[in-house]
C-alpha cells in the first residue's frame, strides 16, 4: 500500500544536539511538506519542496533545514538554533492541486 | 491575513446527541475546504474537500458543508469511536500545489 512512513516515531534530543527526523513515502507525490504541530494550535508550515533538489521556507523554518536528494525522501534536521524544538512533527505529501497525505508523525522531547 | 477559526474548541457529547463543529475562515478566493480526522499521537487522515459554497459531502455519520464564508461538519448519532481531533484547512495557491492553512482543531468526546 502507498503511504508516507516516518520514523522514529519518538525521539529524546539533548541540549546543543542535532536531531534528524526521517519522512518516505512511495505515491510517487511531487510536493512534500513538513509541518509542527504544538497543542492548542494549528499545524505550522516549516518547510516544503516541490521537485527535487529545491525547497522553499515555512512559516516557522528557524532552527530547522532539511534536503530533497531523492523525490522519495524529505528528512528535516532540528538543529541547536530552534530554542524550543519540543512538538509533534508531521510530514506531508501531495499532488498538484490536492490535499496532502500524512505520515503518522514523530514526537520530539528535549532531555 | 489568511485564517481559519475552529469553534468549539472541546466537545463533549452522550452516544447518540447530533451536534455540530464550525470552521470559519477568511481567505481571498476560497479554492477549497478540507475536513481531516486525528487520532491522539497519530497523523491526520483525509476526510473531505468541499470546493463550493453550497456543497455537502456525507461519510458514514459525518456530513460537511460549506457556505462563503464557513464550513459545518455535522456529527449525526455519534459513537464513542468518533472520539478525535477533527481539524479543518484552506489552500493558498502555492506555485500551483497547496499550501494549507490549518485551524486548531476542534477536540471531540463521545461517551457512552
Known amino acids: 500500500d502507498g503511504g508516507i512512513t516516518q520514523s522514529p516515531k519518538y525521539l529524546f534530543r539533548k541540549e546543543g544536539q542535532n536531531v534528524t527526523l526521517s519522512c518516505e513515502q512511495n505515491?510517487?507525490?511531487?510536493?512534500m511538506y513538513w509541518y509542527r504541530q504544538d497543542p492548542g494550535q494549528g499545524l505550522r508550515l516549516i518547510y516544503y519542496?516541490?521537485?527535487?533538489?529545491?525547497?522553499q521556507k515555512g512559516d516557522i523554518a528557524e532552527g530547522y533545514s532539511v534536503s530533497r536528494e531523492k523525490k522519495e525522501s524529505f528528512p528535516l534536521t532540528v538543529t541547536s538554533a530552534q530554542k524550543n524544538p519540543t512538538a509533534f512533527y508531521l510530514c506531508?505529501?501531495?499532488?498538484?492541486?490536492?490535499?496532502?497525505?500524512f505520515g503518522s508523525g514523530t514526537r520530539l522531547t528535549v532531555v | 491575513e489568511d485564517q481559519v477559526t475552529q469553534s468549539p474548541e472541546a466537545l463533549r457529547l452522550q452516544e447518540g446527541e447530533s451536534s455540530s463543529l464550525n470552521c470559519s475562515y477568511t481567505?481571498?478566493?476560497?479554492?477549497?475546504l478540507f475536513w481531516y480526522r486525528q487520532d491522539p499521537g497519530k497523523g491526520p487522515e483525509f476526510l473531505f474537500t468541499?470546493?463550493?459554497a453550497g456543497e455537502e459531502k456525507e461519510k458514514e455519520r459525518l456530513k460537511a458543508t460549506l457556505t462563503k464564508k464557513e464550513s459545518f461538519l455535522h456529527i449525526t448519532a455519534p459513537k464513542p469511536e468518533d472520539s478525535a481531533t477533527y481539524l479543518c484547512?484552506?489552500?493558498?495557491?502555492?506555485?500551483?500545489?497547496?499550501?494549507?492553512?490549518f485551524g486548531a482543531g476542534t477536540r471531540l468526546a463521545v461517551h457512552p
Open positions: 506531508a505529501s501531495s499532488d498538484r492541486g490536492y490535499g496532502y497525505t
Open positions: 505515491l510517487n507525490h511531487d510536493a
Open positions: 519542496s516541490q521537485i527535487v533538489n529545491d525547497f
Open positions: 481567505v481571498s478566493g476560497l479554492r477549497g
Open positions: 468541499l470546493y463550493s
Open positions: 484547512a484552506v489552500p493558498l495557491d502555492l506555485r500551483g500545489y497547496n499550501k494549507l492553512i
